[in-house]
């Protein structure tokens, strides 16, 4: 069967389904509640539409996620911060949305190419894969906002501390005063559950769950142990506000001594081969014309 055909008859069924949908006399109602949601969405528009029909598809996916596959699903998101309020279900459904997309985009490929329906296959598999990417990235950019943001409001905490605030006193100073941010996003958080009555290990761990960030674990950890041991905590603030900036200058030195290596690729890719035709095209061009003149 050709691609074209194929094609054919899935719009066809398309169509069919939802001739057969508006026939059941709902179709209006179903609009009309659509349309609400769409103009109450924050995104409004096309973006408040897709965000609407991808959350409807999400709760027709609860019943199909398995609790292994959400539970991975729900610990990307939440370290991400919820991206667009998302849940497992919702995501799952922007993997069947691209891989549907995928799939077509692929088979369009393979009839305008020539090629076989492994094109198809190729493009469903990515359409698939892209929601989880898009999930991680937001989970790296967040850990990166969290690392550079963490010395500054460490300082800010170490100093709130040393000049006679208790810790909830101080968190409270560094949630008002302190750069806007995922950290400062967190850190309200834990604000907010010692206000509701939780231990202050309860919410610094419910925190490193949250996030899963390997600095940000260091240094709950020390505090959670100061905490236990009696330690001033003022001096624990101080040792690890100390630590963080040596490893955020390691970090930098290390990043700078990567560079000529990462630079090679562009360098001998793209700028070798230009300045080798500016530098040396007049001379083959005079010497291949000369030579056929002679």
Partial sequence: MEVTTV??????????????????????TLL???????KEESG?????????????????????MWPGYEDRLRRILIRGGQPNAYSPEDIMALQEIGLVLGLLFGLLAANVLQQNLAWGLAGALLGAMYPLIWANDHVTKRHLAITRALPFNLDLLTLSVEAGLDFTAALDTVVRRGKGGPLRDELSLVLKQLKMGKTREEALKAMIARVDLAALTQFVTALIQADKMGTSLGKVLRIQSTQLRIERTQRAEKLANEAPVKMLFPLIAC??????????????FAFMFNGAGE
Avoid: D
Wanted: proline residues 3%.
């Fill in 7 to 28: 094609l054919l008859v899935i719009a066809a069924a398309c169509l069919a389904a939802a001739v057969a949908f508006m026939s059941m006399g709902v179709y209006s």
């Fill in 44 to 64: 409004g528009g096309a973006a408040g539409a897709g965000n609407i029909a991808v959350k409807r598809l999400g709760i027709i996916n609860r019943k199909l």
């Fill in 32 to 38: 009309e509640q659509f349309i609400i949601e769409v």
């Fill in 271 to 284: 700028i070798f081969p230009t300045v080798f035709m500016v530098l040396f095209g007049p001379f083959v």
